[in-house]
Antibody
């Protein structure tokens, strides 16, 4: 089973920045698309971003596009989410998740980290 | 964007009951639908992918069906550990979207 461990969550002021990391324990990290999903307090799951296996193609939710940047370092088995210009609406637990089988499209998010808490407040 | 609407949003049931949760998509998504279970303080756990394929390790009392715009998750005989929140997710197109969730509680 693949292990995913997020880090970097913190309390940050509105307008601030934060960098989340996700360390993935598998030697085939470079074979998988990777994702970020968040859950705000009292709300449901919200997809945030996806990056393909090579790191070339990236996708974002409208709510974060232009403020968040996803990247990966396949040599270090690490997924990154750079978050800028944070607002209260970004307060959430952020999960990294590995995509399942991907043909023309992916089938699922089959492994998840335990999440890291981001709180945006003055 | 493809909207997913789950029903019901809240369900009260007893151990041993058979329950069905429905997920309706605002447009056709073929079979690019997954189901997740989330318990308080825990990460989501994949149960079903490609609409009806049981994830390795998921109990066989869980089953999925449907294609196009209407999908169901069935739990054949509720166990105490099944009381949780369930989400459907479409992966047919970006932005990927989740249903609003169905909270399953013990009656």
């Amino acid at each position: 089973e693949v292990q995913l461990l997020e880090s970097g969550g913190d309390l940050v002021q509105p307008g601030g920045s934060l960098r989340l990391s996700c360390a993935v324990s598998t030697f085939t990290f470079g074979s998988f698309h990777m994702n970020w999903v968040r859950r705000a307090p009292g709300k449901g799951l919200e997809w945030v971003s996806t990056i393909d296996a090579s790191g070339v193609d990236t996708y974002y939710a409208d709510s974060v596009r232009g403020r968040f940047t996803v990247s990966r370092d396949n040599s270090k088995n690490t997924l990154i989410l750079q978050m800028n210009n944070l607002g209260a609406e970004d307060t959430a637990i952020y999960y990294c998740a590995k995509s399942g089988h991907c043909g023309a499209k992916c089938s699922s998010f089959d492994d998840w980290g335990q999440g890291t808490l981001v709180t945006v407040s003055s | 964007d493809i909207q997913l609407t789950q029903s019901p949003s809240f369900l009260s049931a007893s151990v041993g009951d058979r329950i069905v949760i429905t997920c309706r998509a605002s447009q056709g998504i073929s079979s690019y639908l997954a189901w997740y279970q989330q318990k308080p303080g825990k990460a989501p756990k994949l149960l079903i992918y490609s609409a009806f394929t049981l994830q390795d390790g998921a109990p066989s009392r869980f089953s999925g069906s449907g294609s196009g715009t209407e999908f169901t998750l069935t739990i054949s005989s509720l166990q105490p550990e099944d009381f949780a929140t369930y989400y459907c997710q479409q992966l047919d197109s970006f932005p990927i979207t989740f249903g609003q969730g169905t909270r399953l509680e013990i009656k």
